[in-house]
């Protein structure tokens, strides 16, 4: 009987959405296990074969979950607010909410198509307003407790979308999601105070089983240094405040560098001799992205401050000052003073503009041919310093520049702040109004959800503000507090927002009264286990879980961190080992997978491809093998026998392979777990039937990776019930060891017989057996035995002249 893929994975999908098979329950005295993968943004094109990699790898682990008696949540929802879906929408003079439902029905029609076990009782989308009332009123927590404020501040100003960018949509100096290149433009901002945050976002890592890369790029986004600030004198009479990691170094200090944005530039105005250089320097400096400014390659740029200069306060001496682009106002104080001995970019920078290098760790100067790292050694050339080790020249000017009032120690972080204003439609609204007699006042917590109102475009102001900002009748209202005439924020949220917190609402999708119960939150909170790519592990999981520590703050949630694990996977690349892209033409659509070959095929292919956390390449020709497997396991009927346990002849093996698939599981193998149980569908073939037992235990095995074709054969099979509802097959660890084994025979080092012998043979009966093999005694015949030697569970060795 030919296996009909497509109409029992239909069959059985529709089965599991009638019974609602999947639904987690409110009953919170079981076993809880959470599992969460990233909510998709439901794009035009729909899902790539990448998507199903990570979907199809938690999936696996919650089915095993189920039959192991957990209650389980695998939700999913839709990141559905954003600047693809608005460009659309301008573009086809189509409502971006219509849009959205349209990618949503399309999305959500391919993931049940794969048969995955979300609960889609929980489904949430980020444009819903019951959803973004709850982004809405965790905004306006943040500002009552003065961490959302706003700021004039220059900011990164994407040209082809038309809207502001946080410093981490910027990617090579162009706009991530769009390429458009990136400038600097001063602007009034929302922002959150992340910054606050920055030192548990560290140290909370420890509370938590994250994969080292995911922990590594968390810390390094963050950035964090010790050093010191440290007051510069300036002929100007005022302080110029820097902040280095090296205060060891000030006697090597023969300039400094002020970034163009540097508030003393407008405040020394009238004293700057060549004021309109520095002007048309600030302009220049305007057109570039962060990222081309401190590119470690670039030549670099400066204009030197004729009339002021700065003064070292170690010795006294008088240092010029140079505007450069290197120096950036968002990271410490917007000021740097430079050791050209010490640091190379510095030391191109002085050699360029002909300035003084004055080496202040011995061994440690970067233009010398053996240059070593100056992070350690002796001091030189630093009065006080000289003779000291770096470390010990460190605590020893912070003393004395606290002494004399001249710095302080001090903590620094390249985190910034996250600028959380954009200006474009199709976002969640900022709840605040601007109010002149009252100021920045919140929308009432009652009037939540506030939304957008219906606009005839979606094209931003000439002046880059939000479409919004048009519609006199929106903007123009009341003021909460006082009564009188105010104006609406016409600026949107970020994308980020939706997803920094869906996680919760899935504990309880349909609250009206909270984001969810505190009994909802505190049962299924933190989720155990978080899947998802590489690329949000500096953005998306940085945002989530300063959200999720403010809110445990304010008494929202339980837990200090939201995610107890998190993994990642590696991407699925073409055949020609490329990243998938249309302009490639190598992507690859899910659907004529599964309208091919299958949806369980296509899901026990994607596991089996590679190392589940490496990339790895699309295989045509892998994936009819996947195929193959699986009508092999259906075409084990015909062999079928009675039998309540497990046969003498497979029953290591069986249980061998029970134990590899449990542990696999876990630690993410998927494709070993796949081999091991290719190979016991081979033991069980070679033996030329298979009895109801070990049948039972294989499909409990293979329905983690294909759900359907081992429903229906436990169906067919009349097993009993549905087979999502049974137990997990468990082993004994005694049977996992083989009985016998073989050993290699050798006469003079080469194999004359290979012998099954007892795993427990002793080294003299082994002997003893490989001397009355009859090719053994041939070999050895008239010749005199030297040497004997038993290799454990491995090989015989006899020695003969």
Same mark, same amino acid.
């Given at each position: ?63 095993? $979950? ?278 190379? $970019? ?219 694990? $998190? ?128 049948? $039972? ?105």
């Amino acid at each position: 009987m030919k296996y009909n893929f497509a109409e029992v994975e239909k069959k059985w999908q529709d089965i599991w959405d009638a019974k609602n098979v999947f639904a987690a329950t409110n009953d919170f005295s079981k076993p809880k296990f959470y599992a969460l993968v990233e909510f998709p943004y439901p794009s035009g094109q729909g899902l790539h074969v990448g998507h199903p990699r990570s979907y199809t790898a938690l999936d696996i682990v919650s089915r095993k $979950r189920r039959l192991e008696g957990y209650n389980v949540l695998y939700p999913m929802g839709w990141d559905a607010f954003g600047l693809p879906t608005e460009n659309f929408a301008m573009k086809n003079h189509i409502h971006p909410e219509v849009v959205t439902k349209q990618n949503v029905a399309h999305f959500k029609a391919q993931l049940k198509s794969l048969g995955l076990s979300f609960d889609w009782n929980r489904e949430i989308n980020t444009t819903d307003p019951n959803y973004f009332k709850w982004t809405q009123w965790i905004f306006l927590q943040f500002f009552k407790k003065g961490l959302a404020y706003k700021k004039e501040m220059a900011v990164n100003w994407c040209t082809g979308c038309k809207v502001v960018l946080a410093n981490e949509e910027v990617v090579g100096g162009v706009c991530e999601r769009c390429g458009g290149e990136v400038v600097h433009k001063v602007k009034s901002q929302w922002m959150l105070k992340i910054t606050e945050y920055a030192e548990r976002l560290i140290n909370d890592l420890d509370l938590v089983d994250y994969i080292d890369r995911v922990k590594v790029s968390q810390i390094n986004w963050i950035g964090k240094s010790t050093g010191a600030n440290v007051n510069f004198g300036t002929t100007a009479g005022d302080n110029l405040l820097v902040y280095t990691t090296r205060p060891d170094t000030l006697f090597g200090a023969t300039y400094m560098v002020i970034s163009p944005e540097h508030s003393f530039i407008e405040k020394w105005a009238d004293k700057i001799e060549n004021l309109s250089e520095i002007k048309a320097y600030q302009e220049e400096a305007a057109k570039k992205s962060d990222f081309e400014r401190t590119e470690l390659v670039k030549e670099k740029t400066g204009v030197e401050i004729k009339g002021i200069r700065g003064i070292n306060p170690v010795n006294g001496k008088e240092v010029p000052i140079f505007v450069a682009d290197y120096v950036l106002t968002s990271y410490g104080t917007g000021a740097i003073m430079a050791v050209p001995a010490h640091d190379t $970019r510095d030391w191109e920078f002085a050699k360029k503009f002909d300035l003084p290098i004055v080496e202040v760790v011995a061994g440690g100067n970067v233009q010398e041919a053996a240059f070593t790292d100056c992070s350690t050694g002796v001091m030189v050339n630093s009065d006080f310093l000289t003779g000291l080790s770096v470390e010990d020249a460190k605590v020893k000017i912070i003393e004395w520049l606290t002494k004399n009032s001249k710095g302080e120690k001090k903590v620094n972080y390249k985190l910034r702040d996250w600028v959380f204003s954009r200006q474009r439609y199709w976002g969640e609204p900022i709840p605040i109004v601007c109010c002149d007699k009252c100021g920045y006042v919140p929308v009432p917590e009652d009037q939540l959800p506030l939304q957008l109102p219906q606009v005839e475009t979606y094209e931003q102001t000439e002046t880059g503000e939000s479409p919004l900002a048009k519609i006199d009748s929106w903007v123009n209202t009341t003021c909460p507090h006082c009564g009188g005439p105010a104006k609406r924020e016409t600026d949107t949220m970020p994308q980020w927002a939706g997803s920094s917190w869906y996680f919760m609402r899935y504990c309880d999708p349909t609250n009206n009264d909270a984001i969810a119960s505190k009994e909802a939150l505190d049962y299924w909170l933190p989720v155990d286990w978080y899947n998802g790519g590489m690329e949000h592990t500096t953005l998306h999981l940085l945002y989530s879980r300063f959200w999720h520590k403010f809110l445990y703050d304010i008494g929202v949630v339980s837990t200090p961190e939201p995610y107890a694990k $998190r993994t990642s996977h590696g991407m699925i690349l073409g055949e020609n080992n490329e990243k998938m892209s249309k302009s490639r033409g190598n992507v690859i659509n899910p659907d004529d997978i599964v309208n091919e070959f299958g949806a369980d095929t296509m899901r026990l292919y994607e596991m089996f491809i590679g190392d589940f956390e490496k990339s790895a390449p699309w295989n045509s020709s892998s994936i009819k093998g996947c195929k193959r497997f699986l009508e092999r396991i259906w075409n084990l009927q015909e062999i079928l026998v009675d039998g309540d346990e497990f046969r003498p002849e497979v029953e290591t093996p069986m249980h061998k392979t029970i134990k590899k698939v449990t542990e696999d599981i876990e630690n993410l193998k998927f494709n070993t777990a796949i081999a091991a149980m290719m190979a016991l569908l081979n033991n069980l073939t070679d033996t030329g039937k298979v009895n109801k037992a070990e049948l $039972r235990a294989f499909l409990v095995l293979i329905n983690p990776f294909a759900p359907h074709l081992a429903e229906e054969m436990w169906q067919v099979l009349h097993f009993g019930g549905m087979l999502n509802q049974q137990k997990w097959v468990t082993y004994d660890e005694a049977k996992c060891k083989e009985s016998t084994i073989e050993v290699v025979v050798q006469i003079n080092g080469k194999i004359k017989a290979r012998l099954n012998v007892a795993a427990d043979i002793t080294a003299e009966d082994a002997i003893a057996a490989a001397k009355q093999d009859a090719a053994v005694k041939a070999a050895a015949e008239g010749k005199n035995i030297v040497k004997e030697i038993y290799v454990p569970g491995k090989l015989v060795n006899i020695v003969v002249k």
